[in-house]
């Protein structure tokens, strides 16, 4: 059951969000494995209005079907590029940061694949949607709503 609309109570709160999103839709890491790490970290975040946008997203962008079911299981196996592989243990260890503390192998491993804006760029893209599932998840963002009011 919804708990109320916060984008209408706090429209310049959500504004703000928006702006930081609308950055890191146009930064430097390619849309294909943003829409990975977006899906990535709803899943663990357990959000099911973010899990249901961001898969429909990476559908319309061309992603593939089988790598999105599989995204849950990326560790067991070979559909995600290193690059992909690194971002996504990056992601995780970001979003459960209370319990990893972000450890040095994860860093490491992703700064192998990544320059520093990139590195930068990626932490802001996890926390971003780590903050939007926050929203969506404690409000109770319903996935027919998305449905209802998405203007295409």
């Given at each position: 059951?919804?708990?109320?609309k916060y984008w209408t109570?706090?429209?310049?709160a959500v504004k703000l969000m928006m702006s930081l999103?609308?950055?890191v839709e146009k930064s430097s890491i390619e849309a294909s494995l943003r829409h990975l790490v977006k899906l990535r970290v709803s899943q663990i975040n357990g959000c099911a209005y973010c899990v249901d946008l961001h898969s429909h997203e990476a559908?319309?962008?061309?992603?593939?079907?089988?790598r999105l079911h599989c995204l849950t299981v990326w560790h067991e196996t070979e559909l995600f590029t290193p690059r992909e592989r690194a971002a996504l243990a990056y992601a995780e260890s970001i979003t459960r940061i209370s319990e990893t503390h972000v450890p040095d192998e994860d860093y490491d491993q992703v700064e192998q694949h990544f320059n520093e804006l990139e590195l930068v760029d990626l932490t802001l893209t996890i926390s971003t949607i780590n903050a939007w599932n926050r929203m969506a998840i404690s409000f109770?963002?319903?996935?027919a709503e998305r449905r209802s009011t998405q203007a295409t």
């Open positions: 059951m919804p708990r109320l109570v706090a429209p310049e999103n609308a950055y559908l319309r962008d061309g992603e593939n079907s089988q109770r963002r319903p996935v």
